[in-house]
């Protein structure tokens, strides 16, 4: 079992920066696929960044590449997701996810492909 929780959410105006961080127990985390995802009121659940643990490959969502950044320290059990240029569509519940399985790259990016996930942490981001 693998509890995650994170924390760094707040509300920011448009242009600035958050930094998400996701602390995860239970399992040797160098050995978890982590991936970050969002929701907003009414709608599905969205990918937002993923980085491997075999290779450390990363994926980024079409909608935050370039802007966002995901990265993890195994000493500390945490990944992180540092997200500049904020825009008010990026205003979501923004959940951490694990798996300990390999996984593919096109299997990253999708929710079904992550066992474990945290509560979630609000962004909002004003206009």
């Known amino acids: 079992q693998v509890q995650l929780v994170e924390s760094g959410g707040g509300l920011v105006q448009t242009g600035g920066s958050l930094r998400l961080s996701c602390a995860a127990s239970?399992?040797?985390?160098?050995?978890?696929?982590m991936g970050w995802f969002r929701q907003a009121p009414g709608k599905e659940r969205e990918f937002v960044a993923a980085?491997?643990?075999?290779?450390?490959?990363?994926r980024y969502s079409d909608s935050v590449k370039d802007r966002f950044t995901i990265a993890r320290d195994n000493a500390k059990n945490t990944v992180y997701l540092q997200m500049n240029s904020l825009k008010p569509e990026d205003t979501a519940v923004y959940l951490c996810a694990a798996a300990s399985y390999i996984m593919t790259t096109q299997a990253m990016g999708v929710p079904n492909s992550y066992t474990y996930w945290g509560q979630g942490t609000q962004v909002t981001v004003s206009p």
């Open positions: 980085i491997r643990w075999t290779d450390g490959i990363k």
């Open positions: 239970g399992r040797p985390f160098s050995s978890l696929n």
